[in-house]
């Protein structure tokens, strides 16, 4: 005779006592939950990669995609993160958009043997511990079979004595990352799992907390808009070609890889997410045959749609006032801090925006992301300009030459132009210019084969 079944009813019971137990924490976990609009992540991928990638063997080189930069010869920035933030736990889920694509070994036929795209990075953070994910396309190295992998686990991040309680931003600097299995596999079998990568920075902007007031809407002063103009533009007008120079006056401030014109004053409407603002500064680039300026900045948001105005003056065509240089993403306009902030947001040229310099760029062409603060309220006030490695100056862009990598071809994976770079002279106010179809110089500077760098665990199988 089977044994009789143990009496149900106090399981029941205990459960049901440790479901209402549970439920306060659950409902103050969920209500501690913030949701990120805006921030940015800093990584190099590792530095012995970028080496070997620009050196002698795979002369080679990258690409930036979607709105990515280049903070420095060391770092690729990715922009605009969405995802949500627990400070009761320290947990964050961040999500950035932007991509580099890696190139090299140019096989007779155009195309390369190693191709790599590292996009949409993103990061999870919990219980002390990280992992950076990745889409990731890459070339088997015996097969040359192209595969796409969306969000890979990368990169275990260590966050040893890393405490996130912070009300309104995550900023995290120098956090020390090592590949994973998986990461090894779709980084094609370059390094092994475990090797130490190049530690990652990132920031998490939060919007204001559920059930806080709302803050006062109406005219405001005070306001900032930044702006870089574009990467590549900047190191043209450093670099040999012109040999020139930015000046900033009235009030404009100089961040290195962006510019801020401040003093913004303009009318925003919260329900209706719509802004009008007018900004002090003026900035001016010239050089050989170049005479660019832009002042009188304003910005105007509706529908989720920016778009940044500038009296432009100069020797080139495109000149007048209220020209409407780019339009950017502005669906995430949103109210933090004492704020109205729309932050790193993609811009895209207009075709007055092209006429303006003078045809260098197409209409459509990806411009330097837009950010904007608007304070909403006296005891606010706006972020203080980002620390740059390009501070004050920018890289002079590299001499196209014999040895320079070739710019890459088009793939499934394709850049924001959609196109492969071939080099073609443009005229801007009569001089001559080499720039790549598409709007982006290929950003390639030579360096060390990884054998002169000396890295333990430098690239193998070459």
């Known amino acids: 005779m089977l044994p009789p079944r143990p009496a149900r009813a106090p399981v029941v019971a205990l459960l049901a006592t440790l479901l209402v137990a549970l439920l306060p924490t659950a409902a103050a976990h969920a209500a501690d939950g913030r949701e990120v609009s805006g921030g940015r992540l800093d990584w190099g991928v590792k530095s012995s990669f970028r080496s070997y990638l620009t050196g002698p063997a795979a002369q080679g080189g990258w690409e930036l995609q979607d709105g990515a930069t280049a903070e420095g010869d060391s770092q690729f920035r990715f922009h605009s993160a969405k995802g949500t933030y627990d400070a009761g736990r320290g947990a964050l889920e961040a999500a ?5 694509r890696f190139t090299g070994h140019k096989n007779p036929d155009g195309s390369y043997a190693l191709d790599l795209v590292f996009s949409a990075p993103s990061v999870r953070i919990a219980d002390g511990k990280g992992t950076l994910y990745l889409d990731v396309t890459s070339k088997a190295r015996k097969t040359n079979k192209a595969t796409t992998t969306s969000q890979v686990p990368f990169a275990s991040l260590d966050l040893s004595g890393v405490h996130l309680r912070d009300e309104d931003a995550v900023a995290l600097a120098d956090v020390p990352a090592t590949l994973t299995a998986e990461g090894e596999k779709a980084f094609a079998g370059f390094y092994k799992a475990g090797a130490a990568l190049d530690p990652v920075g990132l920031s998490a902007d939060m919007l204001t907390a559920p059930g806080a007031s709302a803050p006062p809407q109406g005219e405001f002063t005070g306001a900032a808009v930044d702006w870089g103009v574009r990467r590549t533009f900047r190191e043209y007008v450093t670099g040999p ?5 930015w000046q900033l006056s009235d009030g404009a401030q100089d961040g290195g890889a962006l510019f801020r014109f401040p003093q913004g004053k303009g009318t925003y409407d919260m329900e209706a997410k719509t802004l009008d603002a007018s900004f002090a500064g003026t900035l001016r680039f010239t050089g050989k045959h170049l005479d660019l300026a832009f002042g009188g900045v304003k910005a105007a948001v509706k529908d989720g749609k920016g778009t940044l105005t500038a009296d432009v003056a100069g020797n080139g065509r495109g000149t007048g006032k209220d020209v409407p240089l780019v339009t950017f993403d502005a669906s995430g306009l949103a109210e933090k801090g004492g ?4 932050s790193e947001a993609p811009a895209k040229l207009t075709a007055e925006g092209a006429k303006a310099f003078g045809g260098v760029y197409q209409e459509g062409a990806d411009m330097d992301p837009v950010s904007l603060a608007v304070p909403l309220d006296g005891k606010a006030a706006v972020p203080a300009l980002p620390s740059s490695p390009e501070r004050g100056k920018a890289s002079p862009a590299p001499s196209p030459s014999a040895s320079a990598a070739p710019a890459a071809a088009s793939s ?5 132009s959609g196109s492969s770079f071939p080099v073609l002279p443009v005229t801007v106010g009569g001089i001559a210019v080499l720039v790549l179809a598409g709007g982006a110089f290929l950003w390639v500077r030579k360096r060390r084969a990884v054998s002169a760098v000396g ?3 430098s690239v193998s199988g070459e």
């Not at 950035?96 to 580099?100: D, L």
């Not at 499934?412 to 924001?416: A, E, V």
Request: glycine share 14%; net charge negative.
């Open 455 to 457: 890295d333990s665990d």
């Open 96 to 100: 950035y958009q932007g991509g580099v």
């Open 339 to 342: 704020l109205a902030v729309v």
């Open 412 to 416: 499934s994976s394709s850049s924001s």
């Open 241 to 245: 070609a012109s040999q020139g120079k």
